[in-house]
């Protein structure tokens, strides 16, 4: 894993930022946040060893973030956390993709892990081994960010990416692809509320970290008011 900022992991994988999971330490508490694909749970196992797991928190419940999330919660008998929004999606009582059959057949077969029970139903002020739940929603209903004040560090999950997903090159920053978000009108409101918060560093679902907010702003000047 490779060290962010104080008590923040990012978790190394052999594609690198393709899916993104981190590993967050505060308030006495070991966190996985997002859990990539099924396939990456040796990475992620290996990569744990030797640090506590007190809980799992997704930052919405899509195939390429709750992958490895049951095997995670049953090794450590570690509770899963996401929006109450997001919820019945994660315990597989609603599909995983709701938007669109053809995303929901790949993200099903080829990322999808086993559900898992949701043991605390997140909502925004919610706090998280030192971090504020945020609910920012439009790629899902229950999209959350996780946000540090005092250093401003945001886990933002898929508000915005930085990365292309289809090549899984670097490129500016994005919003993510209308086809995989519920509501894109709604995502670019929490772009916008994302940068009202002014972050210094931003942890993206997809793509490496970005620590100038002056890219985000200007990204987020282009949507019309």
Not at 108 to 119: K, L, Q
Not at 186 to 202: E, H
Not at 206 to 225: Q, T
Request: glycine content about 8%.
């Amino acid at each position: 894993m490779k060290l962010l900022a104080p008590g923040v992991w990012h978790f190394s994988f052999l594609w690198p930022y393709a899916f993104n999971a981190y590993y967050l330490e505060g308030d006495g508490e070991g966190v996985v946040v997002d859990t990539a694909t099924r396939w990456d749970w040796w990475h992620i196992k290996n990569q744990l060893r030797g640090r506590r797991v007190t809980s799992v928190v997704l930052t919405h419940a899509h195939p390429d973030h709750q992958g490895c999330a049951a095997k995670i919660c049953r090794r450590y008998h570690a509770p899963l956390t996401c929006h109450h929004a997001d919820a019945d999606s994660a315990e597989g009582q609603a599909p995983l993709v709701r938007q669109n059959p053809l995303w929901e057949i790949i993200g099903n077969v080829f990322w999808a892990g086993p559900r898992s029970p949701v043991a605390r139903r997140l909502s925004e002020g919610d706090r998280v081994a030192g971090f504020t739940v945020y609910h920012l929603p439009g790629h899902t209903p229950g999209h959350i960010i996780l946000f540090r004040a005092s250093d401003r560090v945001a886990l933002v999950g898929d508000v915005i990416n930085s990365n292309d997903y289809i090549t899984g090159f670097i490129t500016l920053i994005r919003e993510p692809p209308r086809l995989f978000s519920v509501n894109p009108a709604q995502n670019r409101d929490s772009i916008r509320r994302l940068c009202a918060l002014r972050p210094a560093l931003v942890c993206t679902g997809h793509g490496p970290p970005v620590r100038d907010l002056r890219r985000l702003e200007r990204f987020a000047a282009r949507f019309p008011a």
